[in-house]
T-cell receptor, first 114, second 113 residues
Framework: DQQVKQNSPSLSVQEGRISILNCDYTNSMFDYFLWYKKYPAEGPTFLISISSIKDKNEDGRFTVFLNKSAKHLSLHIVPSQPGDSAVYFCAASGYTGANSKLTFGKGITLSVRP | NAGVTQTPKFQVLKTGQSMTLQCAQDMNHNSMYWYRQDPGMGLRLIYYSASEGTTDKGEVPNGYNVSRLNKREFSLRLESAAPSQTSVYFC????????????FGNGTRLTVT
């Protein structure tokens, strides 16, 4: 039972254009959402997060949008750069007392063409 | 400023052998986690430790044991390795009880033949 879904396994975008990465979730108890970026042979690196009390969070070229009614979030990268080519994981957690575990999607491989 | 350090980086085991993956963090985090990453499966939680002295099972705990040695260190043990445990293993740490990101190590690539 996959609670965090990234249905598109890959995305290819031209340098300078917008990259939109999508993520859906099924667990209504999730209240904190994150995006991680992963290069080959490295660990995932935190990129940006959003709490369920917000619908948008922006950090430089990266913006995350949250639509709670649709249980959907998306990551926008503008403008896309070749160095953005990596695997992007969507993750979610629900605060349950002292433990806050992250549930990850399967990841999307982003390729930014020069 | 090391963050989360995992050893070894690579390991090859024969079926039935045992080994321990080591993880240490220097960020004074209370919570530590072990994930595995398999192709097409994302990252799945094996075990976690919300604080020193406590451990709990995650999504895929079978075939593994863990030890929270102290606040800094959290080890993962395979008692009798199986080919299905061929994977990349990531350790992570984070602050307990607040919405904050986890910080990951660079992983251990394990092959079981």
């Amino acid at each position: 039972d996959q609670q965090v879904k990234q249905n598109s396994p890959s995305l290819s975008v031209q340098e300078g254009r917008i990259s939109i990465l999508n993520c859906d979730y099924t667990n209504s108890m999730f209240d904190y959402f994150l995006w991680y970026k992963k290069y080959p042979a490295e660990g995932p690196t935190f990129l940006i997060s959003i709490s369920s009390i917000k619908d948008k969070n922006e950090d430089g070229r990266f913006t995350v949008f949250l639509n709670k009614s649709a249980k959907h979030l998306s990551l926008h990268i503008v403008p896309s750069q070749p160095g953005d080519s990596a695997v992007y994981f969507c993750a979610a957690s629900g605060y349950t007392g002292a433990n806050s575990k992250l549930t990850f999607g399967k990841g999307i491989t982003l390729s930014v063409r020069p | 400023n090391a963050g989360v350090t995992q050893t070894p980086k690579f390991q090859v085991l024969k079926t039935g052998q045992s080994m321990t993956l080591q993880c240490a963090q220097d960020m004074n985090h209370n919570s530590m986690y072990w994930y595995r990453q398999d192709p097409g499966m994302g990252l799945r939680l094996i075990y976690y430790s919300a604080s020193e002295g406590t451990t709990d099972k995650g999504e895929v705990p079978n075939g593994y044991n863990v030890s929270r040695l102290n606040k800094r260190e959290f080890s993962l043990r395979l008692e009798s390795a199986a080919p299905s445990q061929t994977s990349v293993y990531f350790c992570a740490s984070g602050r307990q009880g607040v919405n904050s990101p986890l910080h990951f190590g660079n992983g251990t690539r394990l092959t079981v033949t």
